[in-house]
């Protein structure tokens, strides 16, 4: 398996661990706090010749980039399903996506880079953006290539230098075999240096001065640090956070593909990811045949190693995971929710889990499960539905599931979230659209083409008189 870095770094080396079956896969290079300024030293360095260079090769090397995603995926892939226990579909989206990131990125380097603005002066007046420099960029261990490309090539494209942090469990998928393949592109040396770490790490990045903007993706109590941290050193940071989406299942929903895509948006990648649907609200009148079909669909999802077995459902990623997620589920047994299928595990092997008899104040209905459960609701009306679907704190992705999509999509317009989905899940991405949470799931929404500029650019006002202007004194 090719990307492997193992030069050791000031931590010096952690071992990569299969999640499925405990094996090591090789060695990685562990970043310390001491090697934040090294990184962005040298990339400054490399930035200023990078942001000179026509965009046309900045573009180049994004668009190569692009293309090898492509033509070695399946190197990438293998990667994803052994270090982080994707599965394969899922390990194929990524890829998928992280060459889209790279083509969409390719396009930003030229687009306008300002505007002419009027003046009430005898003077040429323009806004124009320029690259901030070094973006710092924080990704977790669950979507691990798509969440660091999403902010690794765009900033990238419009001239900055990135220093990337992927979580130490997925330094490979989240971070070296990124920066192979944009070397293998033509990268230019110092602009994309990789520092797998942990929280130390991460603050380093944040605190550093030549760092100004900050990408992050994680769960709200840590981004919440981050912001604060990047608060008091006055640089823009950008939050990607959790999330505890819902799906509502209203009563003329087609009741067979509800289920489907209820399973699936619970249950994809063990339910370990920001958008998973962690809330199901289903109409009353439907409920109990929801609930049995939802435990029948859940019974029989394969669970196992992905790299061997054609499974549905792969490993946690640790046991400190597992854990969390076993505690909310007893807990919410303990409560008084009905198991109706799932509630164990083997090692890190979790069965996708049904609760019913939730209510709201269940630990596995009112917290991020980030884990294979399906806690479901019943509502009576469409106001009741509301109430419960916006009554969280957090606000990433809805879905809304009808026979008539105008009533879905009325129904969206009164819960605050930064994604809706009208008949399908609420697992969704691609490299065009906007994504971004409200409330505790983020600072709004990112990517898709002028918000990446406006992400990694300054804006800077600049006006030109042809004579040196007079004044009264």
């Not at 870095?5 to 080396?13: D, K, N, Q, R, Y």
């Not at 090697?35 to 990078?50: I, K, N």
């Not at 550093?208 to 823009?236: I, M, N, W, Y």
Request: glycine fraction near 12%.
């Amino acid at each position: 398996m090719s990307f492997l870095v193992e030069t050791p770094l000031g931590a010096g080396t952690r071992d990569v661990i299969e999640p499925a079956t405990g094996a090591v896969l090789g060695t990685v290079g562990l970043a310390a706090p001491g090697d934040v300024g090294t990184a962005c030293a040298a990339a400054a360095e490399a930035q200023r010749a990078w942001a000179a260079t026509p965009f046309e090769e900045r573009a180049g090397v994004l668009r190569r980039a692009g293309a090898l995603f492509e033509s070695r995926a399946k190197e990438v892939e293998e990667w994803l399903v052994r270090e982080a226990g994707s599965i394969p579909p899922k390990a194929g989206v990524e890829t998928h996506v992280a060459a889209q990131e790279c083509y969409e990125a390719a396009a930003l380097a030229s687009r306008p880079i300002g505007e002419i603005l009027p003046s009430a002066l005898p003077r040429l007046s323009l806004a124009r953006r320029s690259p901030v420099g070094v973006v710092g960029v924080i990704a977790p261990f669950n979507f691990p290539l798509i969440l660091a490309i999403r902010a690794v090539a765009p900033a990238l494209a419009v001239g900055n230098a990135v220093v990337l942090k992927p979580d130490p469990r997925t330094a490979v998928g989240g971070g070296f075999a990124i920066q192979a393949l944009l070397r293998e592109a033509g990268l230019p040396d110092g602009l994309l240096h990789v520092l797998p770490g942990f929280a130390d790490v991460g603050t380093a990045l944040v605190e550093h001065p030549l760092v100004r903007v900050v990408a992050f993706t994680g769960s709200t109590a840590a981004g919440r640090k981050v912001a604060e941290l990047a608060g008091r050193h006055l640089k823009r940071v950008h939050l990607e956070l959790g999330g505890n989406s819902a799906l509502i299942v209203l009563p003329d929903a087609d009741l067979d593909r509800a289920v489907s895509a209820g399973a699936w948006g619970s249950y994809l990648h063990a339910g370990q990811i920001c958008m998973t649907t962690g809330r199901h609200l289903v109409h009353e009148s439907i409920a109990d045949e929801y609930v049995a079909r939802l435990a029948a669909h859940a019974d029989a999802l394969p669970v196992g190693d992905p790299h061997t077995q054609p499974v549905a459902l792969g490993p946690l990623i640790d046991a400190g995971q597992r854990d969390k997620v076993h505690g909310l589920v007893t807990a919410s047994v303990d409560g008084g929710a009905r198991l109706a299928a799932g509630g164990r595990y083997e090692e890190l092997f979790y069965r996708p889990t049904v609760l019913d008899g939730v209510v709201p104040a269940s630990p596995a209905y009112a917290n991020e499960v980030f884990g294979p459960v399906a806690p479901v609701v019943r509502f009576a009306t469409q106001d009741e539905a509301v109430a419960l679907a916006a009554d969280s704190e957090l606000g990433l992705s809805l879905g809304i599931l009808t026979g008539d999509a105008m009533r879905g999509l009325a129904l969206a317009e009164r819960i605050p979230t930064g994604i809706v989905h009208i008949n399908d899940q609420t697992v969704n991405d691609e490299a065009v659209a906007p994504f971004g949470g409200v409330r505790d799931s983020g600072t709004g929404a990112r990517a898709g083409g002028s918000g990446n500029v406006d992400a990694y650019t300054d804006l800077r006002w600049i006006t030109m008189r042809g004579a040196i202007a007079e004044y009264p004194f």
